[in-house]
């Protein structure tokens, strides 16, 4: 696979062709399997993004500890507010969904991470959906955000517990920005720049989760999270550039990673794990989940 | 200019699973996954030692239910997990968990599985390294290095020279390919522990063949069990 996106991006535009048909290329020669047997299994994950996306729309989950649960649904049939309407709004809500699925123990795609899990099929699905775009677009949308997605992972790092949020709904941001600019119809260039984008925008964002519990913040940051995706296609597709590079925006995110505090690392150690509400929940709700047991 | 390296695209879009995390529930189901190849299939009891981060939020992340979904063969994206616990009693089985202190070197997420079926009994030591990948560090009580992302062999035989080329003939004869092979012993002259990965799926047979060489103690195979 690519170590860096401006090699993909170059040879992508040098042949006229998106940034999903040079992934797949190398991941076919790469793994010894052929496209289409990738796309099949892309499609599968997709499937399964879709029906979590449903399960989780309907609003009825809650997570373990209770933290969490619900607010997908208020999304989808709450009042209105200035978005009502939207594709925003549905990505919102679909990416609440998701997350809420995950917190329940439903089953999710790890794309990059059960934690960030939320982000990429709110945005490809609801944007999908909302422009039109038929599955074989949304496939090679996801073969896109893989692309993106192991460059981060070579580069930085996919880990909470490594790099911060921002190597987990920071990095599904990045991909699912970059994914959906191209599935909308952006030159690889344009999907370059959507990546620096919404990479920059989460720059410096903590791991920093209630009891440790892939819960709170979690399933609000994917919300964010997503929003700062929609925000980066916009952008991009507008013609808007960022001078920054993706590769070297997506080095930032890794050395401010390494530089970050174990507190802010998954290890609810700071951030809102370590205010006195946050506290106080989590042993509260920790205590509940030990006498359930 | 295209590198080959390591990530693979189907790596970052996925694995599908059971939330709500790949580290302290995918991982935690895969080493459960692996512990059962040790007894040859669902323990009828074990102890899980919980270490570090698995014993502190392994409770939220469903590690417990994760560990004994992997231990009756669930895999990480069986939606059963989530009721893995009932299931557990409902079929009679007694797994116990406990809180535990590994020492300073061991991985943040490690457990410790004392495992019994049909009178053999076998101790694995393992840790969920993050993204779903997991490794094995200690197999009744031998130093070893399995990922789980091949197929697997694990054999203890006698000090016996020749013992590799024996054993690599037969896998040969069955049409496997070793991709890696490694030795461990406690003491020289002492017994040897074996884990040889294979890029096919091993048949029963080669189990049962290895096992009637007469200087190999005890062989079983573990499931791949990556994605």
Same mark, same amino acid.
């Given at each position: 696979?690519?170590r ?13 062709v998106?940034?999903?048909t040079?992934a797949?290329e ?31 729309l ?6 373990a500890?209770g933290l969490?649960g ?6 989808r049939n709450?009042p ?23 917190a329940?123990?439903?089953v999710?795609?790890a ?13 490809l699905t ?13 496939i090679s ?8 997605g ?7 790092s ?17 991909m ?26 989460t720059?410096g964002?903590?791991?920093?989760p209630l ?5 709170l ?31 070297e ?6 050395e ?25 929940l ?9 006498r359930?047991? | 200019?295209y590198?080959?390296?390591m ?8 694995p ?8 302290h ?22 102890t899980?030692? $919980? @270490? ?5 939020? *392994?409770?939220?992340? %469903?590690?417990?239910?994760? /560990? +004994? =979904?992997? !231990?009756?063969g ?19 089985l ?6 535990t202190?590994l020492?300073d070197d ?12 049909e009178?053999r ?22 130093p ?5 992302? $091949? @197929?697997t062999?694990?054999?203890?035989? *006698?000090?016996?020279? %020749?013992s590799i080329?024996? /054993? +690599? =003939?037969? !896998? ?10 490694k ?10 522990f ?9 048949d ?13 103690k ?10």
């Amino acid at each position: 696979m690519y170590r860096n996106l401006a090699d993909a991006i170059r040879d992508a535009e040098a042949r006229g062709v998106p940034l999903s048909t040079v992934a797949l290329e190398a991941e076919s020669k790469d793994q010894g399997r052929s496209i289409e047997d990738i796309r099949t299994v892309l499609g599968r994950a997709l499937a399964v993004m879709r029906e979590a996306v449903a399960r989780g729309l309907v609003g009825d989950l809650y997570s373990a500890s209770g933290l969490v649960g619900g607010d997908a649904a208020k999304m989808r049939n709450g009042p209105p507010g200035p978005l009502a309407g939207t594709a925003f709004r549905d990505v919102l809500a679909r990416a609440l969904a998701v997350q809420e699925v995950n917190a329940a123990m439903g089953v999710i795609v790890a794309a990059p991470t059960a934690g960030g899990a939320g982000v990429l099929p709110a945005v490809l699905t609801g944007l999908a959906e909302s422009r039109g775009i038929d599955d074989e677009g949304v496939i090679s949308a996801l073969a896109t955000a893989g692309l993106i997605g192991a460059v981060v992972a070579e580069r930085a790092s996919l880990s909470g517990a490594e790099g911060g949020c921002q190597a987990e709904t920071g990095a599904a941001a990045g991909m699912a920005a970059g994914a959906a600019t191209e599935m909308l119809g952006g030159s690889p260039r344009q999907v370059g720049h959507a990546i620096a984008l919404a990479q920059q925008g989460t720059l410096g964002l903590v791991c920093d989760p209630l009891g440790g519990l892939v819960e709170l913040p979690c399933v609000f940051r994917n919300a964010t999270g997503a929003a700062i995706a929609l925000a980066a296609i916009e952008m991009a597709l507008a013609g808007v550039e960022f001078a920054i590079p993706a590769d070297e925006v997506i080095d930032t995110m890794g050395e401010i990673g390494e530089s970050m505090d174990v507190r802010y690392r998954e290890t609810a150690g700071g951030g809102l794990a370590a205010t006195p509400t946050g506290r106080r929940l989590a042993k509260e709700r920790l205590y509940e989940l030990k006498r359930k047991h | 200019m295209y590198i080959a390296a390591m990530v693979s695209l189907l790596d970052i879009i996925g694995p599908v699973m059971v939330g709500p995390s790949s580290s302290h529930t995918a991982g935690a189901c895969r080493l459960g996954l692996l512990a059962r190849g040790l007894v040859g299939g669902t323990p009828q009891s074990a102890t899980i030692e $919980l @270490h570090g981060s698995f014993a502190r939020t *392994g409770e939220g992340h %469903g590690t417990d239910k994760a /560990i +004994a =979904g992997g !231990l009756m063969g669930f895999r990480p994206d069986d939606e059963r997990l989530r009721d893995a616990l009932d299931i557990m009693e409902r079929e009679g089985l007694n797994y116990v968990f406990e809180k535990t202190t590994l020492g300073d070197d061991a991985h943040p997420n490690t457990v410790r599985i004392t495992l019994e079926r049909e009178g053999r009994r076998s101790q694995m030591v393992g840790a969920s390294l993050g993204p779903g990948r997991v490794r094995v560090t200690e197999i009744d009580g031998y130093p070893v290095d399995v990922s789980g992302n $091949l @197929h697997t062999i694990v054999l203890v035989a *006698g000090d016996q020279k %020749g013992s590799i080329a024996r /054993i +690599a =003939g037969l !896998l040969a004869d069955a049409d496997l390919n070793i991709a890696t092979l490694k030795l461990s012993r406690k003491e020289r002259g002492g017994d040897a522990f074996m884990v040889i990965e294979v890029d096919e799926r091993p048949d029963e047979s080669v189990r049962d063949v290895i096992r009637a060489l007469p200087w190999v103690k005890w062989a079983f195979r573990l499931e791949k069990v990556s994605a």
